[in-house]
């Protein structure tokens, strides 16, 4: 297994990959010239792995300055109990640590026992003390 950098070149592979595995959490925000915009402003953070030239796993690493973001962490159903996810995790933040960011958070749907479990295992303490509130941008001339 090669573990490197995402492309945008990788995106139709990864967007078929998403399909699978995240596709409810995709939106407008993972169309390929979002995605080209994020790899661009957060270069070298976001990983693809990869078997006999077959994309099997990818996350979207990023910071804002102050704090790391993992998103879209997937790892294809055939592929998964391999360390595949916990070594792209661990290339991501390590991406991260680079660029001088002391903390990675993660979002994780409350229905995704999977993916709580797996963060959990691999370091990450569930919050308790915050929620997460969203607002859609299209609609602030609305307020």
């Known amino acids: 297994m090669?573990?490197?950098?995402m492309t945008i070149d990788d995106y139709e592979?990864?967007?078929?990959?998403?399909?699978?595995?995240?596709?409810?959490?995709?939106?407008?925000?993972?169309?390929?010239?979002?995605?080209e915009s994020?790899?661009?402003?957060?270069?070298?953070?976001?990983k693809?792995?990869?078997?006999?030239?077959?994309i099997v796993g990818t996350v979207l690493a990023s910071h804002d300055g102050r704090r790391g973001f993992i998103h879209h962490m997937a790892v294809l159903p055939?592929?998964?109990?391999?360390?595949?996810?916990?070594?792209?995790a661990k290339n991501?933040?390590?991406?991260?640590?680079?660029?001088g960011i002391d903390k990675t958070h993660i979002f994780c749907y409350q229905n995704n026992t999977t993916g709580q479990s797996f963060w959990q295992d691999f370091g990450f303490k569930k919050r308790e003390d915050i929620f997460v509130f969203s607002f859609n941008n299209e609609d602030v001339d609305n307020t």
């Open 2 to 5: 090669t573990i490197r950098e």
């Open 48 to 54: 693809v792995a990869v078997i006999d030239g077959k």
């Open 38 to 46: 994020y790899l661009t402003r957060s270069e070298g953070m976001s």
């Open 13 to 35: 592979e990864v967007f078929a990959l998403w399909q699978i595995t995240s596709k409810r959490a995709l939106s407008k925000a993972d169309e390929k010239a979002k995605i």
């Open 78 to 88: 055939d592929y998964r109990r391999n360390r595949i996810g916990h070594e792209l």
């Open 92 to 99: 991501a933040i390590k991406a991260i640590k680079d660029q």
